[in-house]
């Protein structure tokens, strides 16, 4: 059974930095895609940054943009998620998740086309 377990959340000042952790197993594929999510309190779950696990390729939705680097311990199983600049519209819980990667196909954030989820990890951006 595939499953995914975040970590490295909490509590930071705007304008300050997180890490997270998402390690992986009990996959077989070895061409999928981690996706990193977020859900603030009252609004619906949207898709952050993805990357690839053959080629390291790398998607980011527009909103953080050059605020997070999404990348991967191949070795060990794990995608980290570094975010900077962090602001209290950065505040909810965060989620990864796991697709195959289609080919001929595109890295995207649809929701409901990722199979495998973790419990989520709470980031908190307040003074």
């Known amino acids: 059974q595939l499953q995914l377990v975040e970590s490295g959340g909490g509590l930071v000042q705007p304008g300050g930095s997180l890490r997270l952790s998402c390690r992986v197993s009990?996959?077989?594929?070895?061409?999928?895609?981690i996706g990193w999510f977020r859900q603030a309190p009252g609004k619906e779950r949207e898709g952050v940054s993805c990357?690839?696990?053959?080629?390291?390729?790398?998607y980011y939705t527009a909103s953080v943009k050059g605020r997070f680097t999404i990348s991967s311990n191949n070795a060990k199983n794990t995608v980290f998620l570094q975010m900077n600049r962090l602001n209290p519209e950065d505040t909810a819980v965060y989620y990864c998740?796991?697709?195959?990667?289609?080919?001929?196909?595109?890295?995207?954030?649809?929701?409901?086309?990722?199979?495998?989820w973790g419990q989520g990890t709470q980031v908190t951006v307040s003074s």
């Open positions: 990357i690839r696990s053959t080629d390291g390729s790398t």
């Open positions: 998740a796991w697709t195959p990667y289609a080919l001929g196909g595109e890295l995207h954030l649809r929701i409901r086309e990722y199979d495998y």
């Open positions: 009990g996959f077989t594929l070895e061409d999928y895609v």
